[in-house]
């Protein structure tokens, strides 16, 4: 009998510990999923969060290359009218001439935000990819935009300021409708400040006949061409990465 109660005994023990184990087993299963659980929902909010801000970055890179296609149309007028000798109104050239002034610029709202995030929680190689080479793709097209800021500031608007007055140039910035719906944010309020025009006697035409006139618009023009150049790469590498977000969150 004292056996057969010390079989009973094991056997009743080793079922006790299998129980145990299968218990201890289940709670770290359903810990595992839980933070699996976690981890995705992480996922997905962060690859919500991506998709907004390059959606906003492709709405910014459009209406820059808008901009720019403006400026280049304002400078193949002002080109023109130099080669074929032809007369401008005073107001034309001001206007096409205010456009040169504009340096848009690629400001990435999706590139200081994702460096402050954990991409190591996204599944998708192909998106982490894409992510990883965003800010080189990026640095490639502001490098032509720099080179343009500074022509503008260091050398088109001094010599333009010793050859004419700025005055009727700045008022029709202020003034140009086809550039402020591309340059304000949606549903922000446009400048309330009138500049005017000059009460001085000025005839913006005479500039036509100073020869680097043409030598600064061929500039502007050139490297506003070669900026546009490099976002279109910038803008399919975009819509790559907005392609592999929308197909992680269907997943």
């Known amino acids: 009998m004292s ?8 056997k009743y023990a080793i079922g006790e510990i299998f129980l145990v184990v299968i218990g201890i087993l289940i709670a770290l299963s359903i810990n595992n999923w839980n933070e699996g659980q976690k981890t995705k929902d992480k996922e997905q909010i962060l690859l919500g969060q991506l998709k907004q801000e390059f959606e906003d970055d492709l709405r910014q890179l459009n209406d820059k290359i808008g901009i720019r296609n403006r400026i280049i149309t304002s400078c193949k007028v002002i ?3 130099l080669d074929e000798d032809l007369d401008i109104e005073n107001d034309s050239l001001i206007f096409h001439l205010q456009r040169t002034l504009y340096t848009p610029t690629f400001n990435a709202n999706s590139e200081s935000f994702f460096a402050s995030k954990d991409i190591n929680i996204i599944h998708n190689d192909s998106l982490k990819n894409l992510l990883s080479k965003w800010p080189t793709r990026v640095d490639e097209l502001v490098e032509e935009e720099v080179v343009l800021l500074n022509h ?11 050859h004419i007055q700025m005055r ?18 949606q549903g922000s309020d446009r400048l309330d400040t009138i500049i005017g025009r000059t009460n001085m006697q000025e005839n913006v035409n005479r500039i036509l006949d100073v020869e680097d006139l043409e030598d600064y618009i061929s ?7 070669i900026a546009n150049a490099q976002s279109l790469p910038l803008r399919a590498h975009i819509n790559l990465i907005l392609d592999q977000i929308n197909k992680s969150l269907d997943n």
């Not at 503008?152 to 010793?162: E, Q, T, V």
């Not at 202020?174 to 304000?184: A, C, F, H, N, S």
């Not at 500039?219 to 061409?225: K, R, V």
């Open 219 to 225: 500039y502007i023009a050139l490297f506003s061409n």
């Open 152 to 162: 503008r500031d260091n050398f088109f608007i001094p010599f333009l300021n010793k």
């Open 3 to 10: 056996e057969g109660k010390t079989a009973n005994y094991l």
């Open 168 to 185: 009727d140039l700045f008022q029709q910035v202020e003034q140009d409708l086809g550039i402020q719906d591309l340059i304000y944010p």
């Open 79 to 81: 080109l023109n009218t």
